[in-house]
T-cell receptor, first 113, second 110 residues
């Protein structure tokens, strides 16, 4: 089954404790991205990657890091989480062909206290 | 840059037809997408328009006017399960990332 998986699905952590949210897709997609979704602000892109070893900042990259060492994986790293990073996070992937839909992971709800 | 505007909320009656509008401003244009998102869940793809006109998919249709920077999503024969947020998103050019609007929350009432 074609899918994007994220782990963990739920996470409560404390300020300053490094964490990683994993994202993996099994569709051989070149393009992967991370979004955060907050009430009243919609989906905002954090980082995206056009292919292995190619990453770029989205609209809200501050406080986040990513890596793309393998085509299927695109982890999101929070080196020192802060309460304003409490949010619902989505990973997405798509083929690089224009017009093809993005597939979203199930989401990770992160709470930073 | 890009900007998209959608109404924040719409209410409609079960069995009726509802139209959700989206206006956008982009420097280039390479497609407009509609997604459905139930509360706490991932967005799921509904439709894609790159040329002017109406695209129909069962109970859902999407319209695009590139000259007006305008799209709408039309939902027919509304069902309670259609209660969700509907997000429009636009691609500026080439394979640049999608930019999403803030979404329209549709409430279907009996």
């Amino acid at each position: 089954e074609a899918q994007v998986t994220q782990n963990p699905r739920y996470l409560i952590t404390v300020t300053g404790k490094k964490l990683t949210v994993t994202c993996s897709q099994n569709m051989n997609h070149e393009y992967m991205s991370w979004y955060r979704q907050d009430p009243g602000l919609g989906l905002r892109q954090i980082y995206y990657s056009m292919n292995v070893e190619v990453t770029d900042k989205g609209d809200v990259p501050e406080g986040y890091k990513v890596s793309r060492k393998e085509k299927r994986n695109f982890p999101l790293i929070l080196e020192s989480p802060s309460p304003n990073q409490t949010s619902l996070y989505f990973c997405a992937s798509s083929s690089m062909i224009s017009g093809v839909e993005q597939y979203f992971g199930p989401g990770t709800r992160l709470t930073v206290t | 840059g890009q900007s998209l505007e959608q109404p924040s909320e719409v209410t409609a009656v079960e069995g009726a037809i509802v139209q959700i509008n989206c206006t956008y401003q982009t420097s280039g244009f390479n497609g407009l997408f509609w997604y459905q998102q139930h509360a706490g869940e991932a967005p799921t793809f509904l439709s894609y328009n790159v040329l002017d006109g109406l695209e129909e998919k069962g109970r859902f249709s999407s319209f695009l006017s590139r000259s007006k920077g305008y799209s709408y999503l039309l939902l027919k024969e509304l069902q309670m399960k259609d209660s969700a947020s509907y997000l429009c998103a636009v691609r500026d050019s080439g394979n640049t990332p999608l930019v999403f609007g803030k979404g329209t929350r549709l409430s279907v009432i009996a």
